[in-house]
């Protein structure tokens, strides 16, 4: 067989095993009964050994190194080339016992993490997290670094970016959104929302949410909407991407957001073309462009004021006591901003601010900046300089997300940029799209998704994050797009003057 043939069916063969993982994850977080976690997780572990093997293989080495030579590949294979070639690297920089011996003590810390944030008792935790900041230091040295460790961390998630880099994108958003807040709660008007009180049976919600994702195209004969604990988006293989969601009795808004914002997540996945299938490529380009995807639907769109000229009557029709409130007025309730202690709880202009106390420990930790011990302490310093308020206890405070007790460090910034490329997009879309306030208006999402596929979806992972969005929009990467979002939009829904 040709190398390139060898080598896209050794692809095909990662691909079918990680379809066969994606589905029993599926399974395990929607319906699988409790008793049979323990042998699921064990044939979980072992498709996920057989996936590694193959990622590591000397075989796809060889293949490889034969192609990277060759001038008689197509686009898209080199593509595959480089993006399979970058991951070989990175998988073969860390010795198989340190990586066992991680996975054992990751597993403990994040059993540790679920007793100390129940207890809300740091000290439970303290241990293990130094524990796993050391293994994300050793981590950056095997996989090398020019300035920072932190930046061989970020580049997991977000390939081309650094931690300078990051620096120089918070600054000025910090210095615009901090003081933006202050004024919001102290000058503006605060949205009213009376008439979205009350219980909503989950069938009704359910009912709404499936209301917006056919609203945005969502392919049900590609993919299904479930219910989960902590909602996220799976692809199982082409044309199978689902979404899972959860209802809170006492919210409407939040089970809505949480299904248009996974809807987004699912678009992307949807729209990658099947000549991209099981080549390395079939992915979104990174997680902060994921997250843009899921970002704009969920709040450039879903909060926007032409949706809900459009979706004011469905959501009245389906929810009867929505039935006799303006659309403006729906508008302006699903826009209320306030300072919270928790980052999932967060609205879209308080969001970054969570990022960037995060990303500012963190990065201190690997660097060796900041000790473990000094964290609960700073965490309540920062809050309160960000966000003017500071948890009583350490489950609402340094406790409250699961990413560091599994050493997951360089993670969280993709949250932020994916805010800050959604702007950037969605003004490009609207320079492209002739009166997009308008069809949105009308219900016709459908041009702003043939938008995101012929710009975005159909590249897949074929260009780093930083090129594509020079590719889409013309220019670097901006956060003045997503400043000037807030401040029109905000300043109109809170009545400054
Ligand atoms: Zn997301
Ligand atoms: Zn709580």
């Not at 040709?2 to 069916?9: G, M, N, P």
Request: glycine content about 8%; proline content about 5%; cysteine-free.
């Amino acid at each position: 067989m040709d190398t390139l043939d060898a080598y896209k069916e050794h692809l095909r063969e990662i691909g079918k095993l990680e379809s066969a993982l994606s589905l029993l994850h599926w399974d395990q977080r929607t319906n699988l009964p409790r008793k049979g976690n323990a042998a699921r997780s064990e044939v979980i572990g072992k498709l996920t050994k057989m996936v590694f093997g193959l990622s590591v293989s000397d075989k796809l080495g060889e293949y490889l190194d034969n192609l990277q030579g060759r001038d008689d590949l197509s686009e898209v294979e080199r593509a595959s080339v480089r993006v399979v070639g970058k991951a070989y690297r990175r998988h073969k920089a860390i010795p198989p016992a340190f990586y066992e011996e991680y996975a054992v003590a990751a597993s403990r810390s994040e059993t540790a993490w679920e007793e100390a944030k129940e207890k809300s008792d740091f000290g439970l935790f303290k241990p293990h997290l130094a524990r796993m900041v050391e293994y994300a230091r050793k981590f950056a040295e095997y996989y090398g670094y020019v300035d920072s460790p932190y930046d061989a961390l970020i580049e997991e998630f977000e390939p081309g970016m650094t931690s300078a880099e990051l620096k120089t994108i918070i600054e000025p958003l910090r210095d615009e959104l901090v003081p933006f807040i202050k004024r919001l709660m102290e000058e503006g008007k605060r949205p009213e929302d009376g008439f979205m009180q009350g219980t909503f049976p989950e069938e009704m919600q359910r009912e709404l949410s499936l209301k917006a994702l056919a609203a945005m195209n969502y392919d049900f004969d590609a993919g299904r909407l479930d219910t989960t604990v902590h909602p996220f988006t799976t692809t199982i293989g082409p044309s199978d991407v689902r979404i899972t969601t959860r209802f809170l009795p006492e919210n409407i808004l939040s089970g809505l957001a949480s299904s248009m914002h996974e809807g987004g997540h699912a678009l992307y996945d949807q729209g990658i073309p099947d000549e991209l299938r099981w080549s390395g490529l079939d992915e979104g380009a990174s997680f902060g462009i994921h997250e843009s995807q899921s970002r704009m639907w969920e709040n450039l769109v879903g909060r926007s004021r032409p949706f809900w000229k459009f979706f004011a009557p469905i959501a009245g029709e389906v929810v009867p006591q929505l039935s006799g409130v303006s659309a403006e007025d729906l508008y302006r309730a699903v826009n209320i901003v306030k300072p919270s202690l928790v980052r999932v709880e967060a609205d879209e202009v308080t969001y970054n601010l969570h990022i960037m106390l995060r990303f500012e420990l963190e990065e201190g930790l690997i660097t060796g900046k900041i000790d473990v011990s000094h964290l609960p302490d700073l965490w309540r310093d920062a809050m309160k300089r960000y966000l003017g308020v500071v948890p009583d206890d350490d489950a609402h405070g340094v406790l409250q997300d699961v990413h560091w007790s599994s050493g997951l460090f360089g993670y969280f910034p993709s949250y932020m940029l994916g805010n800050l490329y959604s702007a950037q997009f969605f003004a490009a879309a609207h320079k492209d799209i002739e009166d997009l306030d308008a069809k949105i208006a009308e219900g016709r999402l459908s041009e702003l998704l043939a938008w995101l596929r012929e710009n975005i979806h159909r590249y897949g992972k074929m260009y780093e994050p930083k090129e594509l969005i020079e590719r889409v929009t013309g220019q670097a990467p901006d956060s003045s797009y997503f400043v000037r979002y807030i401040v029109d939009k905000y300043t109109d829904v809170y009545d400054l003057h």
